[in-house]
């Protein structure tokens, strides 16, 4: 995610080597996966003389040999097409007004999930989510969301026999 | 028995009150989803996966496949009255089915989108019927060695074929594999790429990759470039055709249904191309070739034929061979390896009541779809208001919801945020989505089988290539990977001009060859 931060709004030139992230986000993953393939003990097997080291090797060099081909495609002027769809408008940069609050709302049902319980969580997740998209009715969203995770509660408790946590919310729900 | 009487027991599976609402379910949802702007079958299926956990596998399936068909009339009727295709397959029927619409003739482009898709989904699912115990029958009597070698080829077709970028998509399968070795080696029981961290010793839920590579980065992806100004969608009545628009649209259907089944069922075949093709022929055969670009009933009719042929087509393999072919198909394969269903060849003997019950559930599905598309297409097009906000932000709830569900514990959430920033990353640089989803499930399943072979063969090497049809699909791999060499040397002996037939002669061998 390390290139997110130049894709708004420089010059060209700039914005383009961005790209480069992926190469680099390719290069470290190969290296980590040649490391961890290193340490691995490989027993000597008549039956398995594959074992356990072969495919991470492979699948490591893959990564690294990608990432520098990458480096080079993008240093020449190669671009990954950007991919398209009904709701996606490509003439504006990414609007990371909108992406980081939604990470933010994520984040924050990630923390309190497990404390505050799946109701309140979810509701904030939701309704945190509708905000970042643009939506303004405050009243209208908030009974949405709330609506919305006290039926994923109950339809999940009721209808497939999971529990949720309840949380805060315990002796309530 | 044969093939027909199996196919009555599977009607007889499929009929039982229980499956056959899953499949009404199914259909539904696949409408909705493919009308839907931001949602795909692919999404849709990876969402449903963890509320399905404690259903009947055939009536989770059942479910899943009428999403699948689903999902291909929901969507023609987007890029019939809004001119922006979610999917590259149907790119053709936006060309000439909004042509139509602007002219009026939207009713029109509708009901011939939808009885094609109903004629090519019927003939194509019983195409499925009959080919699939073939192959099944083939593919038994293969080793370890060939199965390793077809595997492979499933795989380096979906990367090397598809995609604008052969570069971006071999990084994304790379990324796959790595995602897929994440836990214990299956013989030797050492930790790879667990880092001592506990929760990751089981591996990475493909639940939860699935829901973050396609929900969760693509959700984040929408949001980043969401379209602020509103897409004005033609108002359409209901769907009908003259006796002309019957007269000129039944030899597209068939035509259509010829070119997209071999294509679905091809390993790097997709619906695209069929489409494409379907396109050019009829644009060639029309006897109004004057419309065509301003709203030609043609130009749709065949395309969404081939489009809907092709899915039944990707069942083939998937069912047969247990090689998916595209998206969707990947995670219907993840969904039986979630109930523990081991795809393959074996799967026709092993579970029986499933495949035929899956397949009968298909025709069922594809007539509800008629019926429940051709009426109520007005209806369906008003999903098309929904306010964004909520449709994205359910996307995001949905998705964590899930997720957490799958074990009930927060870091899976971690974990698909993580990989949410990566799908999010791959759709801005263009590294294709398929082939990591292709990769994340082949990859630990290769890698048994080339140990499985090994073990065979007393650890002899000759034991990869000791049975012909290996030999014959490893030439196939050689010649995919020298693909562009080959293409080089064709361009410098002959400039320019000829790309096209040159990329259709090479996809006709393959398709020769992955029919083995």
């Given amino acids: 995610m390390t290139q997110q931060a130049t894709a708004t709004g420089k010059p060209a030139a700039v914005k383009g080597r961005s790209e480069l992230g992926i190469a680099a986000l390719l290069g470290v993953a190969g290296a980590v996966v040649l490391w961890d393939a290193s340490r691995l003990v490989v027993p000597y097997s008549v039956s398995d003389p594959v074992g356990p080291k072969t495919l991470p090797v492979i699948i490591g060099t893959l990564l690294l040999v990608t990432a520098v081909l990458l480096a080079v495609n993008v240093l020449r002027g190669g671009r990954g097409q950007a991919e398209e769809g009904e709701d996606v408008d490509l003439s504006h940069p990414a609007d990371w007004k909108t992406v980081l609050p939604l990470a933010g709302a994520f984040v924050l049902n990630i923390l309190l999930i497990d404390v505050a319980g799946w109701v309140i969580s979810g509701t904030l997740l939701f309704w945190g989510s509708v905000w970042a998209l643009g939506g303004r009715n405050y009243l209208r969203d908030g009974l949405v969301s709330l609506a919305m995770a006290l039926l994923a509660f109950y339809g999940f408790y009721f209808g497939l026999g999971i529990k949720l946590p309840a949380g805060i919310l315990a002796g309530i729900l | ?516």
């Fill in chain 2, 1 to 516: 028995m044969d093939t027909f009487n199996l196919l009555l027991q599977g009607f007889s599976t499929a009929l039982t009150p229980m499956n056959l609402m899953f499949a009404c379910l199914g259909v539904l949802l696949g409408t909705a989803v493919g009308v839907l702007p931001g949602i795909g079958p692919a999404m849709a299926i990876a969402l449903l996966l963890p509320l399905t956990y404690n259903l009947e596998p055939t009536s989770a399936l059942i479910m899943f496949a009428g999403i699948y068909y689903g999902g291909m009339y929901g969507g023609s009727t987007t890029s019939i009255l809004l001119n922006t295709p979610g999917e590259s397959s149907t790119v053709i029927t936006a060309i000439e089915g909004h042509k139509m619409a602007k002219a009026g003739r939207a009713a029109q482009a509708l009901a011939t989108a939808a009885i094609g898709s109903f004629v090519a989904g019927t003939i194509g699912t019983a195409l499925l019927a009959a080919f699939a115990p073939l192959v099944v029958k083939f593919a038994v009597s293969l080793g370890p060695s060939s199965y390793l070698a077809i595997m492979v080829l499933g795989l380096l077709t979906v990367t090397a074929v598809l995609g604008a970028s052969k570069l971006r998509g071999f990084a994304s399968l790379g990324l796959g594999l790595a995602i897929g070795l994440v836990g214990l080696d299956p013989v030797t029981g050492q930790q790879r790429l667990v880092f001592g961290i506990p929760l990751l010793s089981d591996g990475l839920d493909i639940v939860v990759v699935a829901v973050a590579i396609f929900a969760v980065g693509e959700a984040l992806w929408i949001a980043a470039h969401l379209r602020r100004n509103t897409m004005s969608t033609i108002p359409v009545g209901q769907p009908w055709m003259g006796k002309q628009d019957w007269k000129r649209s039944w030899k597209p259907w068939l035509r259509g249904t010829a070119l997209g089944f071999p294509f679905g069922a091809m390993p790097a075949g997709g619906a695209e191309v069929p489409t494409f093709l379907s396109y050019s022929v009829e644009k060639k055969l029309t006897k109004h070739p004057e419309e065509f670009g301003h709203g030609a009933i043609e130009g749709v009719a065949g395309p969404e034929a081939a489009n809907n042929a092709s899915a039944a087509g990707t069942l083939t393999p998937l069912l047969a061979l247990g090689l998916p072919t595209n998206a969707t198909a990947g995670v219907m394969l993840a969904a039986l390896m979630q109930f523990g269903i081991q795809p393959g060849p074996l799967l026709f003997q092993n579970e029986p009541v499933l495949v035929w019950g899956l397949i009968a559930s298909l025709f069922i599905g594809n007539t509800l779809l008629l019926l429940i598309n051709l009426p109520m297409a007005p209806l369906w097009a008003r999903l098309l208001g929904i306010p964004r906000p909520y449709l994205y932000a359910g996307i995001l709830f949905f998705a964590t919801l899930g997720a957490y569900a799958v074990n009930l514990q927060a870091f899976d959430l971690v974990i698909l945020l993580v990989l949410g920033a990566l799908g999010f990353a791959m759709r801005r640089f263009g590294l294709p989505i398929l082939p990591l989803i292709i990769g994340l499930i082949l990859g630990p399943r290769i890698e048994s089988q080339l140990r499985k072979a090994f073990q065979l063969s007393a650890g002899d090497v000759s034991g990869l290539w000791n049975e012909p049809v290996a030999v014959v699909v490893y030439l196939l791999v050689a010649l995919i990977l020298c693909w562009p060499l080959v293409a080089l040397a064709w361009h410098r002996f002959r400039p320019a001009k000829e790309e096209e037939p040159a990329r259709g002669a090479g996809i006709e061998q393959e398709l020769h060859q992955s029919r083995l």
